[in-house]
């Protein structure tokens, strides 16, 4: 069993959609990343928490450290938000080593 | 600009030829670290780096070597590569291992 389950694999939703993508892990964490990768390849930090929610723009990042449990949302959806979403965490238990999810596709259709 | 810059962008090689891709930070971080990232196994780390002189191995460093003889540098060594590792490469830095990370544009790489 992967230690960072990402759901759904893949998303397609119509712009202005309201996007929700889940993020659920079986380690001891310091911290929870997202991050997003285009389809250039590059990966860009989105949001880094320990705890509670932050909001960058449309985007929202939510964790819930007893039930270890992440979510990002993104509220209006628009084509250019297609990408893939990538969940990662720093064990704690092992130096902070970070393990990543394999990632959501979104796929935001105009 | 912060940044992490990674080179070549793309490569194609042969089996056996040596190569390093090469990674540069400018902001002065002192972790780094090398992934490969391949169709539905996500990111895996191959080998990081917490200083000066101090690497180790992550969870595929079989047929790499990194060096980290300067806090800006952290190539990837490919002494006799072979087609499994060909693949999508991902330099990336962190100030310290508590703080957020920032990657290179990714090397794509395929041996042939």
């Known amino acids: 069993k992967n230690e960072v389950e990402q759901s759904p694999q893949n998303l397609t939703a119509q712009e202005g959609e309201f996007i929700t993508i889940n993020c659920s892990y079986s380690?001891?964490?310091?911290?929870l990343h997202w991050l997003q990768q285009h389809p250039g390849g590059g990966i860009v930090s989105l949001f880094m928490?320990?705890?509670g929610k932050k909001k960058h723009g449309r985007l929202i990042a939510t964790i819930n450290i007893q039930e270890k449990h992440s979510s990002l949302h993104i509220t209006a959806s628009h084509p250019r938000d297609s990408a893939v979403y990538i969940c990662?965490?720093?064990?704690?238990?092992?130096?902070?080593?970070?393990?990543f999810g394999k990632g959501t596709r979104l796929h935001i259709l105009p | 600009e912060a940044q992490v810059t990674q080179n070549p962008r793309y490569l194609i090689t042969v089996t056996g030829k040596k190569l390093t891709v090469t990674c540069s930070q400018n902001?002065?971080?002192?972790?780094m670290s090398w992934y490969r990232q391949d169709p539905g196994l996500g990111l895996r780390q191959i080998y990081y780096?917490?200083?000066?002189?101090?690497?180790d191995k992550g969870d595929v460093p079989e047929g790499y070597k990194v060096s980290r003889k300067e806090k800006r540098n952290f190539p990837l060594i490919l002494e006799s590569p072979s087609p499994n590792q060909t693949s999508l490469y991902f330099c990336?830095?962190?100030?310290?291992?508590?703080?957020?990370?920032?990657f290179g544009q990714g090397t794509r790489l395929t041996v042939v």
């Open positions: 380690v001891g964490i310091s911290a």
């Open positions: 928490l320990s705890s």
């Open positions: 902001m002065n971080h002192e972790y």
């Open positions: 780096s917490m200083n000066v002189e101090v690497t």
């Open positions: 990662a965490v720093r064990d704690m238990n092992r130096d902070d080593k970070i393990i």
């Open positions: 990336a830095s962190r100030m310290t291992v508590y703080t957020e990370a920032f």
